[in-house]
């Protein structure tokens, strides 16, 4: 009678963890501590890390830039800053 009801009771114990924070853009962007550590590991070891997580955090890096996040002393020349993205460039080309 009681293995029946300690299995749930270890699986709502279990569900009630704590939970990694969502991956997307904007959590990184406004994480810079977790943006940077993730970012360092895409460029070191980017054969062993996902290309849809580095992605992620390419696009967080870029949107930390252009939403002005960013510290002091982040940016000090111009090899650190992101790249422009292409759609940024095609837009330019529809201006009169």
């Known amino acids: 009678m009681r293995g029946p009801l300690v299995l749930p009771i270890i699986a709502m114990l279990t569900a009630c963890g704590r939970h990694e924070p969502a ?3 904007d959590a990184l962007a406004h994480d810079p501590q977790r943006l940077y550590a993730l970012r360092h590991r895409c460029t070191v070891a980017h054969a062993h890390m ?3 997580i580095c992605r992620v955090v390419d696009a967080a890096y870029a949107r930390r ?3 002005g996040l960013g510290g002091v002393g982040e940016y000090q020349t111009l090899a650190e800053l992101p790249p422009i993205p292409a759609s940024f460039e095609a837009s330019q080309g529809d201006r009169p």
Do not use: H, N
Request: proline share 0%.
């Open 23 to 25: 991956l997307t853009a």
């Open 50 to 52: 996902d290309r849809a």
């Open 65 to 67: 830039f252009f939403l």
